[in-house]
């Protein structure tokens, strides 16, 4: 009987501390269908993919010329490229297509992973000849938040309350402000995404700069504020994975019972906390689902510039003095958070979650529905020629251009990648996996490999 053919997946990560348990329980799920899962550190991934199997590389975001690229060399070398967006779960969606997908990269990958029907909707609306591409799969960062995992994050969670016991956690979702590669390197990728095309454009993104300007201020002021009134609570400000926590620091880390921490995943820092608070971030809806509503601080507020999705997911204050109220009536007079029952309904037009199946198994069900098609064998014939010249390309031409030209600008991404995604060893790996078969009562036949610094295969050994 003829042996299968391996199928090879590979999973860039790009923020460690937001992705990688998430994308390692997709290489769960994938490697128990047959795949030789690799994930690992998005930079270090792109320049192995050109030395490895063909398969499928799942790419994250549409949003600039530099993807685009990657897509293009991914597929001359053999592979199949499914796409999803981090940032899909939350955005504007009058300047969602313009900001983050462009059309010639929806039409080079081969499916778009959406993580509920609004986002799709939005996309196939926008490009009705490429609604083929659109799957609403949900994001395995949403399988997480199921309650089957809460006690895989125990540890964590008691470890977080050992060090700062009861405490107020405030979520930043402010990267504009305080940007780690800075906010030249932010203006350079909107510009390369071609969103300032007009005045139109122009006048939306700088006044999203001056608004989000002015709510730092305000988050500031109401550390301030809350660290007076309940100076025996620690406050723990945990910034956007792109922020800089250098301006938090400078700005209230002073303050006996203030610390800025960002670090690991944030579910179990969401779990430990007695409350979160937040102005238009993600992580509110991640609080929601499981279980611990959190505030909206709507001090300011703009139709044009929040997110609405992320307020409807909280309870919102719009006065410091509203805040301080209801912090007492939570931490002092144990006051439950209850939401609207008809907002779960609403939520599930943005989200794809159901109890009887994983997002996960739902992305892996359209992966394997791509390696039964025909036109990975047809690009593979290119692939052994491009590999050669990419080679010469890279040790030569490139090699000698990026010394002359780029030096700085490479180690600052160098640097500001690293942020992102610090050194992860083996054994960190293996605790994840060990947790998710513990929590999910599967793939114990899956082993785990380091393959390279920061990259990981997930398999089933034949």
């Given at each position: 009987?003829?042996?299968?053919?391996?199928?090879?997946?590979?999973?860039?990560?790009?923020?460690?501390?937001?992705?990688?348990?998430?994308?390692?329980?997709?290489?769960?799920?994938?490697?128990?269908?047959?795949?030789?899962?690799?994930?690992?550190?998005?930079?270090?991934?792109?320049?192995?993919?050109?030395?490895?199997?063909?398969?499928?590389?799942?790419?994250?975001?549409?949003?600039?010329?530099?993807?685009?690229?990657?897509?293009?060399?991914?597929?001359?070398?053999?592979?199949?490229?499914?796409?999803?967006?981090?940032?899909?779960?939350?955005?504007?969606?009058?300047?969602?297509?313009?900001?983050?997908?462009?059309?010639?990269?929806?039409?080079?990958?081969?499916?778009?992973?959406?993580?509920?029907?609004?986002?799709?909707?939005?996309?196939?609306?926008?490009?009705?000849?490429?609604?083929?591409?659109?799957?609403?799969?949900?994001?395995?960062?949403?399988?997480?938040?199921?309650?089957?995992?809460?006690?895989?994050?125990?540890?964590?969670?008691?470890?977080?309350?050992?060090?700062?016991?009861?405490?107020?956690?405030?979520?930043?979702?402010?990267?504009?402000?305080?940007?780690?590669?800075?906010?030249?390197?932010?203006?350079?990728?909107?510009?390369?995404?071609?969103?300032?095309?007009?005045?139109?454009?122009?006048?939306?993104?700088?006044?999203?700069?001056?608004?989000?300007?002015?709510?730092?201020?305000?988050?500031?002021?109401?550390?301030?504020?809350?660290?007076?009134?309940?100076?025996?609570?620690?406050?723990?400000?945990?910034?956007?994975?792109?922020?800089?926590?250098?301006?938090?620091?400078?700005?209230?880390?002073?303050?006996?019972?203030?610390?800025?921490?960002?670090?690991?995943?944030?579910?179990?820092?969401?779990?430990?906390?007695?409350?979160?608070?937040?102005?238009?971030?993600?992580?509110?809806?991640e609080s929601f689902l499981l279980g611990k509503p959190a505030i909206s601080y709507r001090s300011i507020s703009s139709d044009e510039y929040d997110c609405k999705i992320t307020h409807a997911a909280s309870l919102q204050v719009f006065s410091i003095d509203e805040l301080l109220n209801t912090l007492k009536r939570i931490l002092e007079q144990n006051e439950k958070l209850i939401l609207p029952?008809?907002?779960?309904?609403?939520?599930?037009?943005?989200?794809?979650?159901?109890?009887?199946?994983?997002?996960?198994?739902?992305?892996?069900?359209?992966?394997?529905?791509?390696?039964?098609?025909?036109?990975?064998?047809?690009?593979?014939?290119?692939?052994?020629?491009?590999?050669?010249?990419?080679?010469?390309?890279?040790?030569?031409?490139?090699?000698?251009?990026?010394?002359?030209?780029?030096?700085?600008?490479?180690?600052?991404?160098?640097?500001?990648?690293?942020?992102?995604?610090?050194?992860?060893?083996?054994?960190?790996?293996?605790?994840?996996?060990?947790?998710?078969?513990?929590?999910?009562?599967?793939?114990?036949?899956?082993?785990?490999?380091?393959?390279?610094?920061?990259?990981?295969?997930?398999?089933?050994?034949?």
């Amino acid at each position: 009987m003829k042996q299968e053919e391996t199928k090879y997946l590979y999973i860039p990560v790009e923020v460690k501390a937001r992705e990688l348990n998430a994308k390692i329980l997709l290489s769960l799920f994938a490697a128990d269908a047959g795949f030789f899962s690799v994930v690992g550190k998005r930079d270090t991934l792109r320049k192995k993919i050109r030395k490895m199997n063909s398969g499928i590389v799942i790419e994250k975001g549409l949003d600039s010329p530099g993807k685009e690229k990657n897509i293009r060399e991914y597929q001359l070398c053999g592979n199949r490229v499914a796409a999803v967006d981090e940032e899909g779960l939350v955005y504007f969606e009058k300047y969602y297509i313009n900001r983050r997908i462009r059309e010639k990269a929806l039409k080079n990958v081969d499916v778009f992973i959406a993580w509920g029907e609004n986002q799709a909707d939005l996309i196939k609306n926008a490009f009705p000849d490429l609604e083929e591409r659109v799957y609403i799969c949900g994001n395995s960062r949403l399988d997480l938040l199921r309650k089957e995992f809460r006690n895989e994050y125990l540890s964590e969670v008691n470890d977080i309350k050992s060090r700062y016991n009861n405490f107020i956690l405030i979520n930043s979702a402010l990267s504009i402000v305080s940007l780690k590669e800075g906010f030249d390197g932010f203006l350079r990728k909107v510009k390369e995404t071609g969103f300032l095309k007009d005045k139109k454009d122009a006048d939306f993104f700088w006044g999203q700069v001056d608004y989000y300007k002015a709510i730092f201020n305000e988050m500031t002021d109401m550390v301030t504020r809350i660290s007076k009134e309940f100076s025996d609570k620690k406050i723990i400000i945990r910034p956007h994975p792109s922020e800089d926590p250098v301006l938090w620091n400078e700005k209230v880390g002073h303050r006996n019972n203030v610390e800025v921490v960002y670090e690991g995943n944030v579910v179990p820092w969401l779990l430990a906390a007695d409350i979160m608070i937040h102005h238009n971030c993600t992580t509110a809806i991640e609080s929601f689902l499981l279980g611990k509503p959190a505030i909206s601080y709507r001090s300011i507020s703009s139709d044009e510039y929040d997110c609405k999705i992320t307020h409807a997911a909280s309870l919102q204050v719009f006065s410091i003095d509203e805040l301080l109220n209801t912090l007492k009536r939570i931490l002092e007079q144990n006051e439950k958070l209850i939401l609207p029952d008809n907002f779960r309904n609403k939520l599930q037009e943005y989200l794809c979650v159901t109890e009887d199946e994983y997002a996960s198994e739902r992305i892996v069900k359209e992966l394997i529905i791509l390696t039964q098609t025909d036109n990975i064998r047809l690009i593979k014939y290119f692939s052994f020629i491009f590999k050669i010249y990419y080679r010469l390309y890279k040790f030569v031409g490139s090699n000698i251009i990026k010394r002359i030209f780029q030096p700085l600008r490479e180690k600052k991404q160098r640097e500001y990648f690293d942020y992102k995604f610090p050194d992860t060893e083996l054994a960190e790996v293996i605790a994840i996996v060990d947790k998710f078969k513990k929590a999910t009562g599967r793939f114990d036949n899956i082993k785990v490999d380091t393959i390279g610094k920061n990259l990981f295969a997930l398999y089933r050994p034949h």
